[in-house]
Each structure stands twice: as structure tokens, then as C-alpha cells.
């Protein structure tokens, strides 16, 4: 996490599957950045609240409040934000199309860059065949990466009292896993075949937890990744270039490696 003080402003914010409501969520994490990162504009490109998580287990501690309060305390001083309901938090999509507290809900949404490219927003869970087809398995899979997580909570604590910084021991197994490496490549596809079919010129979503920037052909797939292991934003500065910001990794701003621009 960076030092106080510093305030970065850019463009735009992506943020996705911070997953509120779960011990999981990296809350505090999340709070510095919001503290230090300001932008014009905001999109919550879902997930944001885990509806899944609070039906099994009530968890809402006062960090996952105060994430809110500081989304909505940045509505009213004037940045545009915009939430598109994920999976976990689907009982906002029946209120799609109208605003609350200041913050349009819409299904996707095309960003235009300060250089003038098209951008589709949208979570990506319509592109996981396990989602699509075959709900309950999701719902189980849900199940045993929380438990993943759960392992990876201790450890970090266990690292926290020696003195380390923190390391996603859920993000090395998932990669580590052939098969889920096949299935975050197959929809990447189709996520990029979904920009295609909107002449967008790049697409940003999340639901797979991997951030990402990496060009297919002539269309930039993004991913903003997640505050539940990586801790990751997606940032669009004020020429249009685009930038993943780690605020795991971050010591000052503006210096992760992860940068790209569409021109």
C-alpha cells in the first residue's frame, strides 16, 4: 500500500469482484486506494457485493461500509459512477436502468478514451460456460474456492505477524491449475468476440479474477482483476493509456509495469 498524502487522479477507475460481505474481501486494501485514487469517472463492473456469500453466512463488518461510503462520498463531489451487477450481486439487475444514491446501474455500457476508442464494459459471467449452463456446479465451485481463500487468509496473517507483505496463495493454484488456465483463455475469446460483434475497439470486464492487458488481433482485452486476491485496479489516464494498478506491489504511484495504450 502506498504512503498518505499522495493523491493520484486519472481518467477512469475500474474495479471489479471486491466481493463485500465476505471475510475474503481485502477491504482496507481497497479503502487506501480509493483514499489515494481519485478519477472522473468510476464503473463497478461487478461482483461488487457477494449475494451468494450473505445468503449462506450475515458478514458485514464496518470496512465493507466504509468501501461504500467512500463510492458514494465520490458520487456526490461529482465522479460519474457506473455499477453493472456480476453473478454474485445479480439481485440488482432487475434495477437496471435506473440510478441509486447517484449511481447508474446499467447491464454494459461503451466507454469512450480520452484518444477516442471504443471500450465494451461488461462483468463477463454471460461468457463462463459453467455459469451459463450449469449453475449449481457454479455454486459449488464458489464453495471450494472459498475455502482456498479461507487457507490463503490464514497464511497471509501468518505472513502479516512475520513481517512479509502479502501473497495470493489462491492466485498461484488457480494459475497453476491446467485446466482453469484453459478455461480463463476460452473466455478471454469470447469476450473479445463480444467486443467484436459491438465494433469496439477493446473490452473491460472481471469475473475471472486475473488482471489482465493484452491485445487479440486488433481488440485490447482488460481485466481488472479483484480485491479478494490480487488486488488490482484498472486505470485510464488522462491520454487515454490504460494501466493496472497492484496496490499489493505499489509503493508510489503511477509505476506498475503493466501499461498499454490502443493508439
Not at 129 to 135: E, L, P, Q, R, T
Not at 144 to 158: E, I, P, S, T
Request: aromatic letters at 12%; hydrophobic letters at 40%.
Amino acid at each position: 500500500m502506498q504512503d498518505e498524502g499522495k493523491t493520484v487522479k486519472c481518467r477512469t477507475i475500474w474495479l471489479s469482484d471486491i466481493h463485500l460481505g465476505t471475510r475474503d474481501c481485502k477491504a482496507e486494501f481497497l479503502i487506501d486506494f480509493l483514499r489515494q485514487y481519485d478519477a472522473d469517472k468510476i464503473y463497478l463492473v461487478g461482483d461488487i457485493i457477494d449475494g451468494w456469500s450473505l445468503k449462506r453466512q450475515w458478514y458485514w463488518p464496518s470496512t465493507h461500509s466504509t468501501v461504500i461510503q467512500k463510492i458514494l462520498r465520490k458520487s456526490r463531489k461529482g465522479t460519474e459512477v457506473i455499477f453493472i451487477p456480476g453473478n454474485h450481486d445479480e439481485f440488482l439487475r432487475p434495477y437496471v436502468g435506473l440510478e441509486i444514491g447517484d449511481i447508474k446501474l446499467l447491464r454494459e455500457d461503451i466507454h469512450t478514451t480520452a484518444d477516442g476508442k471504443r471500450l465494451l464494459i461488461m462483468h463477463g459471467d454471460e461468457f463462463d460456460s459453467v455459469m451459463a449452463y450449469a449453475k449449481w456446479i457454479a455454486h459449488i465451485g464458489d464453495y471450494f474456492y472459498m475455502q482456498l481463500l479461507k487457507v490463503n487468509r490464514w497464511l497471509n496473517n501468518a505472513r502479516q505477524k512475520m513481517g512479509l507483505s502479502y501473497w495470493s496463495l489462491s492466485a498461484k493454484v488457480k494459475y497453476k491449475v491446467k485446466s482453469a488456465v484453459q478455461i480463463i483463455s476460452d473466455f478471454e475469446h469470447y469476450i473479445v468476440d463480444a467486443a467484436k460483434r459491438h465494433q469496439a475497439d477493446g473490452v473491460v470486464c472481471g469475473h475471472i479474477h486475473h488482471a489482465e492487458i493484452k491485445p487479440y488481433g486488433s481488440i485490447l482485452y482488460c481485466n481488472d482483476g479483484d480485491w479478494v486476491e490480487s488486488c488490482t485496479a484498472l486505470v485510464e489516464w488522462f491520454d487515454g493509456r490504460l494501466e493496472i494498478i497492484n496496490w499489493t506491489k505499489t509503493d508510489s504511484p503511477n509505476n506498475d509495469e503493466t501499461q498499454f495504450s490502443l493508439s
